[in-house]
């Protein structure tokens, strides 16, 4: 009996539900943010992660603001996001359809008008793939956008838990 494999997204949606709820309780008790802004810095010269998803600079700050909506308040943190890896299998060179499994970055935090950080925090996702049971009727591999919305929405939330922990 042969498994099929198929992608999971490993650490996407994990602690969703507990995340929302805390972040619903958290933001009654705290302001959080108040700018937030997203750069992508990659790290390996070779890197063509561009020039498949030339907005996702934009797209991640987007779910950003979605993320931090009920956070705001004008006295908050400033938040940045330095998207620093997009790969695949740690390889910055991506294949044809320009798919990847790897999205890292640095979230700084700032106190308003003060340079020096509050806290730095290393955020790394990665999509791994797993078994299925080959009993199962229908097996359907994630859509290309739908694993880039994914992943960006989970960098997002993460974000937001980690202010959540500061």
Do not use: C
Not at 24 to 33: G, K, S, V
Not at 50 to 59: A, F, G, M, T
């Amino acid at each position: 009996m042969s498994l099929k494999k198929t992608v999971i997204l490993s650490g996407i949606f994990a602690g969703f539900v507990m995340g929302s709820m805390a972040s619903t309780a958290f933001a009654e008790d705290r302001t959080l943010i108040a700018e937030a802004d997203v750069k992508v810095e990659l790290d390996d010269v070779q890197a063509n992660a561009l020039e498949y998803w030339p907005d996702i600079e934009r797209d991640l700050e987007e779910k950003l603001a979605s993320a931090i909506a009920p956070h705001y308040s004008g006295d908050g943190y400033d938040v940045t996001i330095r998207l620093s890896e997009i790969s695949i299998d740690g390889s910055a060179l991506l294949g044809n359809e320009g798919e990847f499994n790897t999205l890292t970055g640095w979230v700084v935090v700032r106190e308003q008008h003060n340079p020096a950080p509050v806290e730095r925090v290393w955020v790394s996702l990665t999509a791994k793939t797993g078994e299925v049971d080959p009993e199962a009727d229908i097996v359907i591999a994630p859509a290309r956008n739908a694993f880039y919305n994914a992943l960006l929405d989970r960098f997002a939330e993460r974000t937001v838990e980690e202010i959540e922990a500061i």
